[in-house]
């Protein structure tokens, strides 16, 4: 089945500087790379992703990469504010998946 | 307004008891998922749900039973707890072709 690790397991940015999360997937199945974040005290919520069928997407701060070849996504936060600091987490899924598989996820804090 | 609402949001028990925690939506989805989440482990899929005539079995099912009473609603039982299903459990619907999750707030259960 398909396994997804994630890296660093925790970051510390100042504020104003940029946060970079990694991924990589086992399955090359998988088509859809989504990213949920998790605030204190809620459940995760997804903020961005990808499909196998782009390689870069962008809204606002925030932007996904994904490289099929080899496997590996990552989140890029730039511009970092206080108000970023949460726990992101990675996943793999394909429209023939009945589950997302998550990476064991990423806390980021951003010292103001 | 709470799409997905989870009841109890903390309970402490003690080993050997059964427990029930309680998942309802307001989404109209058909699939329900409980998850587990570790320090470090990220969100492990225990079963999942696409009607009331479906249960599977995910990555950690041991220990653990659901029952899909309507639709809306979807509960996970602990027949006899144990310390270390001490954890943050989330409930989650998903939707659409690439099935986006979206998450209540969890409950945090401790077993003594």
């Known amino acids: 089945g398909e396994n997804v690790e994630q890296h660093p397991s925790t970051l510390s940015v100042q504020e104003g500087d940029s946060a970079v999360i990694k991924c990589t997937y086992s399955?090359?199945?998988?088509?859809?790379f989504p990213w949920y974040k998790q605030e204190l005290g809620k459940g995760p919520q997804l903020i961005i992703d990808?499909?196998?069928?782009?390689g870069e997407k962008k809204d606002q701060r925030i932007a996904v990469t994904l490289n099929k070849t080899a496997k590996h996504f990552s989140l890029h936060i730039t511009e970092t504010q206080p108000e970023d600091s949460a726990v992101y987490f990675c996943?793999?899924?394909?429209?023939?998946?009945?589950?997302?598989?998550f990476g064991p996820g990423t806390s980021l804090s951003v010292i103001p | 307004d709470a799409d997905v609402t989870q009841t109890p949001r903390n309970r402490i028990t003690k080993t050997g008891k059964r427990i029930m925690l309680e998942c309802s939506q307001t989404?109209?989805?058909?699939?329900m998922y409980w998850y587990r989440q570790d320090p470090g482990l990220g969100l492990q899929l225990i079963y999942y749900?696409?009607?009331?005539?479906?249960?599977n079995k995910g990555e950690i099912s041991d220990g653990y039973s659901v029952s899909r009473q309507a639709q809306a609603k979807f509960s996970l039982s602990l027949e006899s707890a144990i310390p270390n299903q001490t954890a943050l459990y989330f409930c989650?619907?998903?939707?659409?072709?690439?099935?986006?999750?979206?998450f209540g707030p969890g409950t945090r259960l401790t077993v003594l």
């Open positions: 996943a793999a899924s394909t429209t023939s998946y009945d589950k997302v598989i």
């Open positions: 990808i499909r196998s069928n782009v």
């Open positions: 989404k109209g989805h058909d699939r």
């Open positions: 989650a619907t998903g939707a659409g072709s690439y099935n986006e999750q979206f």
């Open positions: 399955d090359s199945a998988s088509n859809y």
């Open positions: 749900s696409f009607d009331v005539k479906d249960i």
